[in-house]
Nanobody, 117 residues
Framework: QVRLVESGGGLVQPGGSLRLSCAASGFTFSSYAMRWYRQAPGKERELVAHIDTFGTSTNYVDSVKGRFTISRDNAKNTVSLQMNSLKPEDTAVYYC??????????WGQGTQVTVSS
């Protein structure tokens, strides 16, 4: 059974940091690129960050460049998103995704991130 389980969300003040983690099971983790998406209320789901299967190539949406860092540990089947200098506009539900051959294949249940004073 495929599972992606996110953790690490919560409430943080503007300028603060959070680290999201996603634990994967039920598929060959090292064969999949991994992504983090987010969806804010009333908005479409947005790709935030992408990391290749080896963890050597990453891409970010412009709004988080220099603030967020995606990483993975293929030995532990985990992918993380370090989020620094958080802004209120980063408030959203964040989803972990396993990506293969041009298609998002598996999704986690999401974790809420709220940036507010």
């Amino acid at each position: 059974q495929v599972r992606l389980v996110e953790s690490g969300g919560g409430l943080v003040q503007p300028g603060g940091s959070l680290r999201l983690s996603c634990a994967a099971s039920g598929f060959t983790f090292s064969s999949y690129a991994m992504r983090w998406y987010r969806q804010a209320p009333g908005k479409e789901r947005e790709l935030v960050a992408h990391i290749d299967t080896f963890g050597t190539s990453t891409n970010y949406v412009d709004s988080v460049k220099g603030r967020f860092t995606i990483s993975r540990d293929n030995a532990k089947n985990t992918v993380s998103l370090q989020m620094n200098s958080l802004k209120p506009e980063d408030t959203a539900v964040y989803y972990c995704n396993a990506y293969l051959l041009g298609s998002p294949r598996y999704w986690g249940q999401g974790t809420q991130v709220t940036v507010s004073s």
